[in-house]
């Protein structure tokens, strides 16, 4: 009996040994980076002040406590130019973060040190033109990647079964070429606002299915073709576009449950077969800054007090009137 309390004994305590506190490499080996480890026991390197590749290179190849860091962050360094394969040594990251900057290129295998842990990359508003995207179908845990506000000419081909967030807005691309995105079966959230788009091929979403979230405004878009999203807060934003009404139809919005903003473009005509199943369907829309015309094919709305709440902010007909405003007795007759 008394062996087998020691060895319940001997369970307990296993159980409640908390792991092991990470630590920092000393401050004056990594200087001018500094580190901290949070409330999650997390070890954050911040390597903003550092003076480029070689000196950032120099300081991951100095032995830390461990090679495992959770994130490496710099920010507004104008200096660093690349990211060499070399540069990150032989650290573990699980989140890199270089924002805002003048990085110009990150070469063939510089983040493949980290292709089994690495969560999120994060290389937004700097200006790169060169990027392995061959190798990110590599990285079995990548949720995030963040390119945007870059100055990559093409929109590029990316293949990943786990990424969920793709951020490649303020470019000018032009186009999205056939089967770009036609390999990400897990992505949730797609920001291309800002890139320069003119068109989206009807075939451009197919593979996505699990997309939910989509930014598309201040493109040159004029039609919306085959948009699906899934999720019960699915939203499309698409304000600032020239989306006219002969460009959107009963399968523009498909599955959208939260919210559709068309904030500014060129819709002139409420169209029965194209908002209604939206409408219906619970989701919000605002429609703002459009010339709608307030004739009889806006008729299905304002007699629809139910479907007219789900209007946001204040939409106008093209002379300036207020949508909520209209009576709905001089529609009856339509």
Known sequence: MASKGIALLSVFLVLVVPSQAQECPAAEDILPCSCNVDENNHVKLDCSDVTGEEELASIMAKEF????????????????KTLKTTTLADKIFTEIHIQAGGLE?????????????LKKMDFRTNKL????????????SLLQLR????????FPHISSPTLEFLDLHGHDFGAIPDGALSDLPSLEIL????????EIPFETFEGTTKLRDIDISYNEI?????LTMHGD???????????VSSGLSAN??????DYVSMWNNLVDVFDEATWRPLLEGGARLDITDNPLKCDCTIAWLVLNGTLMNQLAYEPTCSNGAPIFMLDPSLFEDC
């Open 65 to 80: 406590p461990s090679n495992e860091v959770f994130s490496l962050m710099i920010q507004y360094n104008m200096n660093l």
């Open 105 to 117: 290129s990150v070469d063939a295998g510089a983040c493949l040190g980290s292709v089994s842990t």
């Open 129 to 140: 033109t060169v990027y392995p995207f061959d190798e990110i179908p590599q990285y079995t």
């Open 147 to 154: 390119l945007g506000g870059n100055l990559f000419e093409t």
């Open 191 to 198: 920001f291309i606002y800002r890139a320069g788009l003119t």
């Open 222 to 226: 004029s039609r919306i073709e085959g």
């Open 233 to 243: 807060d699915s939203y499309i934003i698409a304000d600032h576009n020239q989306i």
């Open 252 to 257: 523009s919005f498909t599955g959208v449950k």
